[in-house]
């Protein structure tokens, strides 16, 4: 048997996972680099521009919805102690939510694995086939609902949430159904509080002063990062450390600065590219950040985003060679979590014996370079965000530097970074069609 050549797999869990530089109180700070971007760009424009950042800054504590400004860590304890409740009577969570409700969740458990139990989100679509699967996975076992809306209201989650209960007190009945539930709302008012409030399920409210997108490190998403064994007091450090460090500042008043100039000249999206599949859901609730932010009075940057290696051979054509009104944000992250050598092959048949005794990561860092450079030639301007390695406490960092930039974004497009009223159209179409049948 020949041997598959492994050494210093690091398995990436909750413990093993947290950033030596975070727990020894040494720190790297997730780092932005301009330079691929600056040909497109004069410095000049940056400084002119950059002072416009710091005006959108010194507004934004005095704006509405800001509570996320201050990461609020006395939410931990209550959270750990429903998060241990579930581990302890459960192999499943649903996680029932939509946008801002369910992406910061799903973003953070996808990047880092934990020991906790499974979770499995529901109430994000409404598919049969997701639902069905869904339920599929936890009717056999031991599960737990936790059901997320700010509002209370929301259509997709309050329809899976209604399907689950009714699963719920079919399996342990009512009293062992309520014990079951976890709802996490509003503080005051909205259905699901009533309900909630009326039926003596857990609670736990999303803070009045933090919008759904802006809530990933709040209650909202908190008990089921925590339920799948995330360490959320690395998380909540992290994003603590960002809120203080006057390099995420000045890093997030930077690329938003670049960004919108880069929009001034017809750079009208932004495609968030990254060489780490693990980060795909965090470009989703990036592009939700953004997109949701931003995109009012019929401008904003469209947020996009690939999945290197892997979209270089669908969208990579297009990225270098098609329509120029693209820019690229590259999340490069340093250190992989695991290391696999690859192997010398005694007929080197394909060829590949000159990689021999590299590790896997040189060869994805090499595509990195190599993919930069490439779009860069091509005329896509390239930011690249750099994250030493995917921990909670950098990952907690990080989100908190993406929200920052997007709200100082936000501002200088002249729009406020907390409302979404264009999500209502659909919404009003689709009751009324509902209503007439
Ligand atoms: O960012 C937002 O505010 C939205 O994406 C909401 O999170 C989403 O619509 C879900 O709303 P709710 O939590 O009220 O169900």
Not at 20 to 45: T, W
Not at 115 to 133: C, H, I, M, W, Y
Request: with cysteine; hydrophobic share 40%.
């Amino acid at each position: 048997m020949v041997p598959v050549l492994k050494t210093g797999v690091a398995k990436t869990t909750a413990s093993s996972n947290l950033a030596p530089s975070a727990k020894k109180g040494g720190f790297m700070s997730v780092k932005l680099d301009l330079g691929l971007a600056e040909s497109f760009i004069s410095k000049d424009e940056l400084a002119a521009k950059r002072s416009k950042a710091d005006d959108a800054y010194i507004k934004l504590p005095k704006m509405d919805m800001t509570g996320w400004l201050v990461p609020d860590e006395n939410v931990l304890p209550r959270i750990t102690k429903l998060a241990n409740k579930i581990k302890s009577n459960s192999q499943v969570l649903i996680s029932i939510g939509i946008g801002g409700s369910y992406l910061g969740a799903k973003a953070v458990t996808e990047a880092i694995s934990g020991e906790g139990v499974e979770v499995v989100f529901a109430g994000n679509s409404l598919s049969s086939k997701e639902l069905q699967r869904a339920l599929d996975a936890a009717l056999d076992k031991d599960f737990a609902v936790c059901v997320i809306s700010k509002s209370g209201g929301t259509l997709e989650p309050a329809l899976a949430f209604r399907i689950f209960r009714k699963a719920l007190v079919e399996k342990y009945g009512e009293d062992e159904a309520s014990n079951r539930i976890f709802a996490i709302t509003d503080a005051k008012k909205g259905s699901l509080h009533d309900l909630a409030v009326e039926k003596g399920w857990e609670m736990l409210a999303v803070p009045d002063d933090v919008g759904g997108r802006f809530s990933v490190l709040t209650a909202a998403q908190l008990l089921t990062i925590a339920a799948k064994g995330v360490d959320i007091k690395e998380l909540l450090a992290g994003a603590k450390k960002a809120s203080t460090d006057k390099k995420c500042l000045e890093n997030a008043k930077n690329y938003a600065t670049a960004r919108h100039l880069l929009y001034k000249k017809g750079k009208k999206i932004e495609i968030l590219s990254s060489f780490e599949p693990s980060l795909q859901y965090l470009a989703e609730w990036w592009k939700q950040l953004f997109g949701e932010s931003e995109g009012k009075n019929q401008q904003g940057i469209f947020p996009a985003s690939v999945s290197f290696t892997t979209d270089l051979h669908s969208l990579g054509q297009f990225i270098q060679d098609g329509e120029r009104d693209i820019f690229e944000t590259v999340l490069k992250v340093e250190k992989s979590a695991a290391e696999i050598i690859i192997p010398v092959d005694d007929g080197n048949g394909d060829g590949l014996n000159y990689l021999a005794g590299k590790t896997l990561s040189f060869v994805n860092e090499m595509a990195l370079i190599g993919t930069k450079k490439a779009h860069a030639d091509g005329s896509v301007p390239v930011i690249e965000v750099v994250l030493p390695e995917i921990t909670p406490f950098n990952l907690g960092y990080l989100i908190y530097f993406f929200e920052l930039s997007c709200a100082i974004s936000a501002i200088l497009f002249g729009v406020s970074p907390f409302d979404q009223p264009g999500v209502e159209a659909y919404k009003n179409n689709m009751f009324e069609l509902l209503r007439e049948t």
